[in-house]
């Protein structure tokens, strides 16, 4: 309950900020400007409806994640309210899970507006709104969650700008993590070879959660790899938190 009480004031607290409705006008407009984009388009007008949709959805998700996640913590720590919540009956434990929940409730309310959004722009451009789609938003949000922890866990240990840059720099790794593995397959050296192997397996794998070629030609996915991502990103964010937990639980605020 004591997560769930906290979870709720994030979430009031995250929905008044003014970057998260910087970044929904942007994606707003994004999103929108898909359908102009679609009719100056010689091409199939309805993947670009679909394309700039989705990774409308997917960068400006992904900026909400890490500009209001690098400061749940590091605000309470600046305004040294941080002093009142640990004097009180809360574990740092059910502190940092309630910071967290919340903000994924802040991310589902977006994704669920940039989502109608861009629905309505498929049905005026008559695209096809199939299963795969709503899978690929399932996705979307995972790889917010995966984000929104990295941002967490950066700044329970260190400044707001570095852990915003951290975030940033894995989520684009996250999503290169492909080369490293071919790093690994021609290589020749084998400590090159264990070296980037041990990234590869070390890092965060993003691209399991990017589905939107699959939307694009209308391509399903087999219940199994649906399966394995999801697995996938709950015991990673699983680990992420704890990892957390643990370094939030040290720290000296004294």
Not at 48 to 72: H, K, W
Not at 79 to 107: C, D, E, M, N
Not at 160 to 184: C, E, M, P
Not at 204 to 223: A, C, D, H, Q, R
Request: proline fraction near 1%.
């Amino acid at each position: 309950m004591k997560v769930l009480a906290i979870a709720i004031n994030t979430f009031k607290e995250t929905i008044r900020d003014k970057i998260l409705y910087n970044l929904l006008f942007f994606a707003l407009l994004m999103i929108g400007s898909s359908y102009f984009l679609s009719e100056l388009s010689l091409t199939d007008h309805q993947k670009i409806i679909v394309d700039v949709g989705l990774a409308g959805i997917s960068i400006f998700g992904v900026l909400m994640a890490i500009f209001i996640g690098i400061g749940l913590v590091s605000k309470e720590i600046e305004r040294k309210s941080i002093y009142t919540i640990i004097a009180k009956p809360i574990s740092r434990r059910q502190f940092l899970l309630g910071k967290y929940f919340g903000l994924l409730i802040t991310l589902v309310l977006n994704i669920f507006i940039m989502t109608i959004s861009q629905m309505l722009m498929m049905y005026l451009n008559k695209a096809s709104i199939t299963l795969i789609y709503f899978q690929a938003i399932m996705f979307i949000f995972f790889e917010l969650a995966f984000i929104t922890a990295i941002a967490i866990l950066f700044s329970t240990f260190t400044t707001t700008t570095l852990s915003a840059i951290l975030t940033l720099f894995l989520f684009i790794i996250g999503h290169l993590t492909n080369y490293l593995d071919f790093f690994v397959r021609k290589s020749k050296n084998e400590l090159i070879k264990g070296f980037f192997k041990g990234l590869y397996y070390f890092l965060p794998n993003l691209e399991n959660f990017n589905l939107k070629g699959y939307v694009t030609y209308n391509i399903s996915v087999e219940p199994s790899y649906f399966f394995f991502a999801i697995l996938y990103g709950v015991l990673y964010i699983s680990a992420i938190l704890t990892l957390a937990i643990i370094i939030f639980s040290r720290r000296d605020f004294k």
